[in-house]
């Protein structure tokens, strides 16, 4: 159940890859066999969320900390290479063939079915965006619509001027003019013999995380210099080396399947006992498994994602 996380570098292709079989928020939501149940005491051990089907219901979802009654949750992202235009990259959550709704005894919903055969659900897409002087990625809530100012449009995962380090911003507030700061990613060059760093800090719950582009208080700033005591931090799971097999490994569960550089673990440091709170990894060519846990939002964990097609 390890696969190499070092060593084994992708192989680049030119492809012109579709994503008809991703489902549409209407398509998932619609579907006349999603039933639902009463009894708020029945909570099954397996459980994933409710995207909701409305603009500012979604907007709120993929910036929201994921709740911790869904444990783990499972996506897809797909790379979509073109020959002329940049790379287009698709998140999608991975749903059951025949869902039914649950409800926790909050009254929260949930979607509940098997996953052995599962659809894709969209939920967010990506364009790389290179200048002369730093790379970006604009997250949109739409497969197409990039236009920053946008209904669509969600956020940006940034590349800082040393190269290493990425600030995932929210767009601007039309009322108060300022910057949500969702996360910050901060990677540390690998060598022939050590595989690449990877750290990320997440807001505190407490914290606020506005940004003024005049007296920025970025994250990243904060943590290098030792201010984030109360932030959630993850840290990449230290790798083993195998010598029979001249490489590092990590165990993915399974999840993962191709060995890739950009194969990564987080875990969450902050807690008494750490755990597993992110997972992205290779299964195909153009396939990744993307797959997180409460306190990340579904957002800061595409972004962690795409930082990793960038820096790694």
């Not at 444990?71 to 940049?86: D, N, P």
Request: proline residues 5%.
């Amino acid at each position: 159940s390890t696969q190499s996380t070092w060593g084994s570098e992708d192989t680049e292709h030119d492809l012109d890859t579709q994503s008809s079989d991703v489902l549409s928020y209407g398509e998932y939501n619609d579907d006349p066999r999603m039933t639902a149940t009463t009894s708020p005491d029945r909570i099954p051990p397996r459980i994933m969320p409710m995207v909701p089907k409305t603009l500012d219901g979604r907007l709120e979802f993929l910036t929201q900390p994921i709740t911790e009654a869904c444990g783990t949750v499972q996506c897809i992202l797909i790379r979509e290479r073109k020959k002329i235009a940049s790379c287009r990259y698709i998140l999608a959550l991975e749903v059951p063939s025949y869902p039914y709704v649950v409800m926790d005894r909050s009254g929260a919903e949930h979607v509940e079915g098997n996953l052995e055969r599962s659809k894709e659900l969209f939920l967010l897409a990506a364009r790389q965006q290179k200048g002369a002087s730093k790379t970006s990625f604009s997250i949109s809530m739409d497969r197409d619509d990039f236009d920053k100012h946008g209904k669509h449009y969600l956020a940006k995962c940034r590349k800082n001027l040393s190269n290493l380090d990425f600030t995932v911003l929210q767009r601007e507030d039309v009322n108060t003019q300022k910057k949500i700061e969702l996360g910050a990613i901060a990677f540390t060059q690998g060598t022939k013999y050590l595989p690449s760093q990877v750290q990320v800090v997440l807001p505190s719950n407490n914290e606020d995380n506005t940004v003024d582009a005049k007296d920025p208080k970025w994250l990243l700033q904060k943590f290098k210099e030792g201010k984030c005591d109360k932030n959630p931090i993850m840290k990449n799971t230290q790798p083993v080396w195998n010598q029979e097999a001249k490489t590092y490994e990590v165990d993915f569960g399974g999840r993962v399947t191709k060995s890739s550089s950009k194969n990564i673990q987080l875990q969450d440091v902050t807690t008494s006992r750490p755990s597993v709170k992110l997972t992205f990894g290779k299964v195909d060519e153009n396939r990744f498994a993307l797959d997180f846990a409460y306190p990340f939002t579904p957002v800061m964990a595409f972004a962690v994602a795409l930082s990793c097609f960038d820096a790694l």
